[in-house]
T-cell receptor
Framework: TQLLEQSPQFLSIQEGENLTVYCNSS?????LQWYRQEPGEGPVLLVT?????EVKKLKRLTFQFGDARKDSSLHITAAQPGDTGLYLC??????????FGAGTTVTVRA | DTGVSQNPRHKITKRGQNVTFRCDPI?????LYWYRQTLGQGPEFLTY????????KSRLLSDRFSAERPKGSFSTLEIQRTEQGDSAMYLC???????????????FGEGSRLTVL
């Protein structure tokens, strides 16, 4: 059972468009991570958010942590084909275990 | 150090055979994790080590699975009497956890894909 629900499951957009991916949970997390995974590779950490309401920007990517620390969003501005991948959110549990959502597969068409 | 290294990258085996995967973490990292990922799902926690001690095992890790980290460096994950349901990507990750605070910032290897025929 996934503690974290991600939506949408799939997203296909044209180069230059914007997109938002959501991560929701009924649990409160002390921190939440976003990872990106390409086919046949392991996930790569993009960002960690810790404080409720926190917003972090990484070039064209904007990450937001909900005020109650139960949800998060990832917004990509002017998407490029290089942004294609599986975006995973993850939250810490039990001080050692990272629980992942099922991911959102993003495809950016040139 | 170039990151977390896993081998083999791909393994095809027949049902009932044993397989072993190896993970070499980032050298200064004290924690090592094993996750399993199936198609369309996020990684699922299997087990983790703090240095050489295996501190937690998931219910997913049946008695056919065993993991070791003998000297607190590399780790092996062995699956005995493989079943078709074991087909998955097995991911290793490492992290440096200090002062007992879990950061959730894991560095993953490229994974070992297992196909059981």
């Amino acid at each position: 059972t996934q503690l974290l629900e991600q939506s949408p499951q799939f997203l296909s957009i044209q180069e230059g468009e914007n997109l938002t991916v959501y991560c929701n949970s009924s649990s409160v997390f002390s921190s939440l991570q976003w990872y990106r995974q390409e086919p046949g590779e392991g996930p790569v950490l993009l960002v960690t958010v810790v404080t409720g309401g926190e917003v972090k920007k990484l070039k064209r990517l904007t990450f937001q942590f909900g005020d109650a620390r139960k949800d998060s969003s990832l917004h990509i501005t002017a998407a490029q084909p290089g942004d294609t991948g599986l975006y995973l959110c993850a939250g810490g549990a039990d001080d050692y275990k990272l629980s992942f959502g099922a991911g959102t597969t993003v495809t950016v068409r040139a | 150090d170039t990151g977390v290294s896993q081998n083999p990258r791909h393994k095809i085996t027949k049902r009932g055979q044993n397989v072993t995967f190896r993970c070499d973490p980032i050298s200064e990292h004290n924690r090592l994790y094993w996750y399993r990922q199936t198609l369309g799902q996020g990684p699922e926690f299997l087990t983790y080590f703090q240095n050489e001690a295996q501190l937690e095992k998931s219910r997913l890790l049946s008695d056919r699975f065993s993991a070791e980290r003998p000297k607190g460096s590399f780790s092996t994950l062995e699956i005995q009497r493989t079943e078709q349901g074991d087909s998955a990507m097995y991911l290793c990750a490492s992290s440096l956890e200090i002062s007992g605070r879990f950061t959730g910032e894991l560095f993953f290897g490229e994974g070992s894909r297992l196909t059981v025929l």
